[in-house]
């Protein structure tokens, strides 16, 4: 599973032109173990490491609520000394909406049998709530050779998908791609 992770994000970076400085994914677990991990992280990075925190939201997100103020809000988590704030974002309200912004690479990866009229007609799908993301997804899936579901499923489909089309869609993705094209 720790491969099929890494090469999703390898190439969802990758098709948002990052090639050449593609950034260390490191796959952590739930969202408490991520912040603890990220936090020791800035402690002891060097002086060319940029540790960044991504998590879903797991909720709606306030056009002008910062990450750090979301995270503090919704999961009493404090910006740890030494980060700043280009070093958390979110996927707004789960990973799955980055998937639906690219229906085009649901299509290709399902094939015959996606319903693609079962997913929302919704131009932010970082407006869906995170809990109907998923089951949009499955429904959709359903008639096909494979399902949706979270896991190796869901992270192959994020290594088709065009991220240049994600950002268009998604501004928490938009936000942390260009961040990434700054750095270095």
């Given at each position: 599973?720790?491969?099929?992770f890494?090469?999703?994000?390898?190439d969802?970076?990758?098709?948002a032109?990052?090639?050449g400085?593609?950034?260390?994914?490191?796959?952590c677990?739930?969202?408490?173990?991520?912040?603890?991990?990220?936090s020791v992280?800035?402690?002891?990075?060097?002086?060319?490491?940029?540790?960044?925190?991504?998590v879903?939201?797991e909720g709606?997100?306030?056009?002008?609520?910062s990450?750090w103020?979301?995270?503090?809000?919704?999961?009493g988590?404090?910006?740890?000394?030494?980060a700043?704030?280009?070093?958390?974002?979110?996927?707004?309200?789960?990973?799955?909406?980055?998937l639906?912004?690219?229906r085009?690479?649901?299509?290709e990866?399902?094939?015959?049998g996606?319903n693609?009229?079962?997913?929302p007609?919704?131009?932010?799908?970082?407006?869906i709530?995170?809990?109907?993301l998923?089951?949009?997804?499955?429904?959709a899936?359903?008639?096909?050779?494979?399902?949706?579901?979270?896991?190796?499923v869901?992270?192959e489909i994020l290594?088709?998908?065009?991220?240049?089309?994600?950002a268009?869609?998604?501004r928490?993705?938009?936000?942390?791609l260009?961040?990434?094209?700054?750095?270095?």
């Amino acid at each position: 599973m720790d491969q099929i992770f890494r090469t999703a994000w390898r190439d969802f970076f990758t098709s948002a032109g990052l090639a050449g400085r593609l950034p260390a994914v490191v796959r952590c677990g739930d969202r408490a173990n991520a912040f603890r991990r990220f936090s020791v992280a800035v402690r002891e990075a060097g002086d060319d490491e940029l540790p960044i925190l991504l998590v879903d939201s797991e909720g709606p997100v306030e056009e002008d609520q910062s990450t750090w103020e979301y995270l503090r809000d919704n999961d009493g988590w404090r910006q740890p000394a030494g980060a700043d704030d280009n070093q958390a974002y979110l996927m707004a309200q789960a990973m799955e909406a980055w998937l639906l912004a690219d229906r085009g690479a649901l299509r290709e990866y399902f094939g015959r049998g996606f319903n693609e009229n079962r997913l929302p007609a919704q131009n932010d799908p970082e407006q869906i709530p995170q809990n109907r993301l998923e089951s949009y997804l499955r429904t959709a899936s359903e008639n096909c050779g494979q399902q949706y579901a979270k896991g190796a499923v869901s992270f192959e489909i994020l290594g088709q998908v065009d991220a240049c089309k994600v950002a268009k869609k998604c501004r928490h993705a938009k936000d942390l791609l260009d961040h990434l094209r700054t750095v270095r």
